[in-house]
């Protein structure tokens, strides 16, 4: 998207590494829209959502060239 081609290149301006984020592991289209944009995921965790356990992804991207 738009939104995140600009946020990116943001990033990339201020000499960022890399980006990291989480995304709950149950929502597939977050999952499918960040591996579209080259994340891969560093691992799975257990955090509390809304008063319940949930699993959610870390995911990364690497900035440099």
Same mark, same amino acid.
């Given at each position: 998207?738009?939104?995140?081609?600009?946020?990116?290149?943001?990033?990339?301006? +201020?000499?960022? %590494? *890399?980006? #990291?984020?989480?995304?709950?592991?149950?929502? &597939? @289209?977050?999952?499918?829209?960040?591996?579209?944009?080259?994340?891969?995921? +560093?691992?799975? %965790? *257990?955090? #509390?959502?809304?008063?319940?356990?949930?699993? &959610? @992804?870390?995911?990364?991207?690497?900035?440099?060239?």
């Amino acid at each position: 998207s738009k939104l995140y081609e600009k946020a990116e290149k943001d990033i990339q301006e +201020k000499e960022a %590494e *890399k980006i #990291e984020l989480e995304v709950l592991a149950d929502n &597939q @289209k977050g999952n499918k829209f960040y591996q579209k944009q080259g994340f891969e995921v +560093k691992n799975t %965790e *257990k955090v #509390e959502f809304n008063g319940e356990e949930v699993s &959610q @992804k870390v995911l990364v991207k690497n900035l440099e060239s």
